[in-house]
């Protein structure tokens, strides 16, 4: 019996590595100079990958998430935002870009964006004048070309409400 009880002690403290919950785990330590590394970047990043694949409502989320952990960052603002547009609420949508725009000023990123998101409402004219500032800040961005082929696009089609296709 004592041989047993010697032989189960040896085993807890084979188990016991010295180490007490006050010592620094190896996470602490880790070098976060990098704001990547930062948890609060991790709901942007996965926010930004639901929005690529289309899951609007899942990114609108996150990025308000965001919001709530760091409520002055423009990419939050910026994907709350185009996710907004996305789900058609262009209220929440309006909101950020004016909580936005005295962020970053008029970058190509604000003019882009905002200018879809008047495309998305039909402004078109609205929407080529925000294209058009984008393109001359950056004539070669391909974000605003696409964005102008897009209005050139949506100019060759007529807008028609809903009464005009009652009769088919």
């Not at 807890?12 to 970047?41: I, Q, R």
């Not at 990043?45 to 289309?54: I, L, N, P, T």
């Amino acid at each position: 019996m004592k041989r047993l009880i010697v032989l189960v002690m040896a085993f807890a403290l084979v188990g016991c590595d010295g180490s007490s919950s006050f010592s620094e785990s190896p996470a602490s330590n880790k070098d976060t100079s990098n704001v990547s590394f930062y948890p609060d970047d991790e709901l942007i990043v996965s926010a930004k990958v639901q929005f690529r694949e289309g899951n609007y409502g899942k990114s609108y989320t996150m990025f308000k998430k965001a919001l709530d952990v760091t409520p002055n960052d423009p990419q939050a603002w910026l994907g709350f935002a185009a996710s907004a547009d996305m789900l058609n609420r262009f209220d929440k949508a309006d909101y950020a870009y004016r909580k936005m725009q005295p962020v970053i000023g008029n970058r190509i990123e604000f003019l882009n964006n905002y200018g879809y998101s008047m495309l998305l409402r039909g402004e078109l004219k609205t929407a080529r004048q925000y294209f058009l500032k984008a393109y001359e800040k950056d004539p070669s961005n391909p974000v605003t070309a696409n964005n102008l082929e897009m209005l050139r696009n949506s100019v060759n089609f007529p807008r028609r409400t809903r009464e005009d296709l009652k009769g088919i």
